[in-house]
């Protein structure tokens, strides 16, 4: 977690002011579901969430249950819409990486995951997501 927190304070300072417009480039490994990627900057991976936003669970997990109950869902129907909010993030980062990845970091979450907005060249990919990819707004509390 410190080695984490030391590489994105040195980039935040390094980045700052090359790209003040941009944010932080960094590479996209993995899209794990619509709200949470695995990126890379240098040699270091490390767990993005992005903030604002919360995506239904592609996976049969305890939190789908909780989002299922709480907006009067099937099971299955958390699940199909999870899926497709990952294949909207999917299909959107695949027709615009050529323009950059970039972050705005916003802070660490209790799990160790960057909270940052993504930009995929001056397209908010939080905000498509809570406009078009099936995700909904979602405040974080310490």
Sequence with gaps: MKKFLIIFTTL????????????????????????????????????????????YETSDINRAYKQAYKNNLKIEEVLNRGVESKE?????????????????????????????????GNINVNKELLNNGGCFEYVYRK
């Design 88 to 120: 909207f993030l999917e299909k959107l980062y695949k027709n615009n990486k050529n323009k950059g990845v970039y972050l705005d970091f916003k802070g660490v979450d209790k799990y160790g995951r960057a909270l940052v907005v993504v930009y995929l």
């Design 12 to 55: 935040i300072l390094s980045f700052n002011f090359a790209y003040a417009d941009s944010g932080i480039p960094i590479e996209v490994v993995r899209i794990f579901d619509g709200d949470t990627i695995q990126g890379r900057i240098e040699k270091e991976e490390f767990s993005i969430r992005l903030v604002g936003i919360d995506c």
